[in-house]
């Protein structure tokens, strides 16, 4: 196999859906004295590293993505590849 391709994955929660964590930041920072932050929405971001080549990669990213990095119920993801 060639080089090992790499992707960035940010999860976060679909709009609409309540985000108690961002509730809770948001919260706290307005008790530190940041008024200008208006909302907080937290997400989680995951770094892959993969031995396929071409369009095989793209689908066993999505695979992965769909059935264990996020819930697709009340997530969505983006997928950022690497160079």
Request: glycine share 8%.
């Amino acid at each position: 196999m060639g080089k090992n391709k790499k992707a960035v994955v940010y999860v976060s929660l679909k709009d609409g859906v309540l985000d108690p964590q961002g509730v809770t930041i948001h919260k706290a920072l307005r008790q530190m004295g940041y008024d200008d932050f208006v909302s907080v929405r937290s997400g989680r971001f995951f770094e892959l590293e993969i031995d396929a080549d071409g369009a095989d990669i793209d689908r066993k990213i999505d695979e992965v993505c769909s059935r264990l990095l996020a819930n697709p119920v009340i997530e969505k993801y983006k997928v950022e590849k690497v160079k």
